[in-house]
């Protein structure tokens, strides 16, 4: 495990090197994900790597846990609250679309929800410009095949160095680096709602897509929820598509 972490550690400081950029920065949630990713940051750029924690109408209990993952990987943070920033846009749209009996409220929970992860995505953004760094993604190998993330969101990152390990290495790389352990045995939430878990909203477990991925057998009805969020997602690990050249 030590070579593979060196492996991704010095992967991620040669993309650094060969973009120009001086560090790394990183959203850390209070999961595991992005607790193992601070502290590959921290390692490759030990004077150049950032945290940034965003609550968004968060559970607070995430911001403690995030708290506890920078000051244990020791790595430099900022905190910025994008709650009013997301409470101002949300209730503008949805005031306007109101107007003109237009508000989708079906489709309410998940376009805010993204909304929040997209929030991210422009703040972490707006970071790496002023410190010239890269901003780095957490997805792991299972959601990157479900897609189990917002297009533009959190997908919306400089590089992916967890997208090769499943879940449950993930939290093996993190016990190892030293990520605390209530932060490794959490349920993986995307917080983006009260109450939301992976396993719920995906209607699978990261037992059942791990061993998929590791080529084990997993029951027929697995197997095909696995196959059906793949092919779905197909559109978010690509470019948009353009129309071929008119002739
Ligand atoms: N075939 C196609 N070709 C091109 N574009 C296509 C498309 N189908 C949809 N689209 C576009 O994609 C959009 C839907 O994709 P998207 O906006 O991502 O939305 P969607 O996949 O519906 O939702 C994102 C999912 O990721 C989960 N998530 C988000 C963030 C973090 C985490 C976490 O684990 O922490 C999890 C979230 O809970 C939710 O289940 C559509 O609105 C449409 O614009
Ligand atoms: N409150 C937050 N502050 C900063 N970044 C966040 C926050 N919430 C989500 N993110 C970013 O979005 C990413 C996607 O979240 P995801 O839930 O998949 O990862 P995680 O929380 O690190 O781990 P887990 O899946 O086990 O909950 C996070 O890894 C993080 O980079
Ligand atoms: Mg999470």
């Known amino acids: 495990m030590d070579k593979k972490i060196e492996f991704t550690v010095d992967w991620l400081k040669a993309l650094a090197k060969n973009a120009g950029a001086t560090g790394l920065l990183v959203g850390v949630s209070g999961g595991v994900d992005s607790a193992l990713t601070a502290f590959l940051i921290k390692k490759a750029f030990p004077d150049h790597s950032l945290g940034v924690i965003l609550p968004c109408d968060s559970n607070p209990q995430d911001r403690e846990d995030a708290l506890t993952v920078v000051k244990a990987a020791k790595l430099k943070h900022v905190e910025i609250d994008l ?20 508000w989708n409220g079906e489709k309410e929970r998940l376009s805010l929800a993204n909304l929040k992860a997209r929030l991210r995505m422009s703040t972490l953004y707006l970071l790496a410009q002023n410190y ?12 990157w095949h479900l897609g189990y993330f917002t297009k533009y969101g959190d997908g919306g990152v400089d590089c992916v160095p967890l997208a090769n390990l499943t879940k449950g290495e993930v939290r093996r790389w993190a ?9 490794i045995n959490k349920a993986p939430t995307a917080g983006l709602w009260p109450g939301q878990t992976d396993e719920e909203e995906m209607g699978i477990t990261y037992e059942m897509v ?38």
């Open 210 to 247: 791990d061993r998929y991925l590791e080529g084990k057998e997993i029951p027929e009805k697995d197997r095909q929820i696995i196959e059906r969020l793949h092919k779905r997602s197909a559109h978010k690990r690509q470019m948009p598509p353009k129309p071929p050249v008119f002739k």
């Open 132 to 143: 010239n760094y890269l901003v780095v993604g957490t997805d792991n190998a299972a959601e």
């Open 175 to 183: 016990a190892y680096v030293g990520v605390p352990e209530h932060i």
């Open 83 to 102: 709650t009013p920033t997301f409470r101002t846009l949300s209730q503008t749209v949805r005031q306007e679309l109101e107007n003109q009996d237009e």
